[in-house]
């Protein structure tokens, strides 16, 4: 296993995994971002190291391992570790294409069921348009499912 991690800006880093996940980490002070390479390298370094031995492929493996890692280092912890933002966006997209495709349903007869506008319902499966949960809550009605949360 071998993850990449990388600073995006001043407080926030990306880690890449193996199996094609970016977790992005934010923190609550600025860090040295591209003050120090030595620094950033240690820092991304040990990130690295605390994702490849920890990372169970959820996000609550990370959280704990990440922070210790930090701490036992003399750094300071983490503010959040969420899933990069268009990643879960095309996950989600592709999730409704792929149901809307068993039920053998068209984009265009369900985006009526949902009331709202076709070309908005392609760039939803797309990925490529962020939704609110009452746009989600209209499609996952249209399909005869629901909207609910559930563990990573």
């Known amino acids: 296993m071998t993850t990449k991690v990388y600073f995006t800006d001043e407080k926030t880093v990306c880690a890449e995994t193996n199996s094609g996940e970016n977790y992005i980490?934010?923190?609550?002070?600025?860090?040295?971002?591209?003050?120090?390479?030595?620094?950033?390298?240690?820092?991304?370094?040990?990130?690295?190291?605390?994702?490849?031995?920890?990372?169970?492929?959820?996000?609550?493996s990370i959280w704990g391992a990440?922070?210790?890692?930090?701490?036992?280092?003399?750094?300071?912890?983490?503010?959040?570790?969420?899933?990069?933002?268009?990643?879960e966006r095309e996950r989600i997209g592709a999730k409704i294409r792929k149901l809307r495709e068993e039920k053998k349903i068209d984009a265009k007869t369900l985006a009526a069921k949902a009331g709202i506008d076709a070309a908005n319902l392609c760039r939803i499966e797309q990925g490529r348009y962020s939704t609110g949960f009452d746009v989600l809550s209209k499609?996952?009605?249209?399909?005869?499912?629901?909207?609910?949360?559930?563990?990573?």
């Open 139 to 152: 499609i996952a009605t249209a399909l005869g499912m629901k909207v609910d949360i559930v563990e990573l």
């Open 66 to 87: 990440v922070n210790r890692c930090l701490y036992q280092n003399n750094c300071n912890g983490i503010f959040s570790v969420g899933l990069d933002k268009n990643q």
């Open 25 to 60: 980490i934010t923190f609550p002070d600025s860090m040295n971002y591209q003050i120090d390479e030595r620094f950033d390298h240690y820092f991304t370094k040990l990130l690295e190291d605390a994702f490849d031995r920890s990372y169970d492929g959820t996000m609550n």
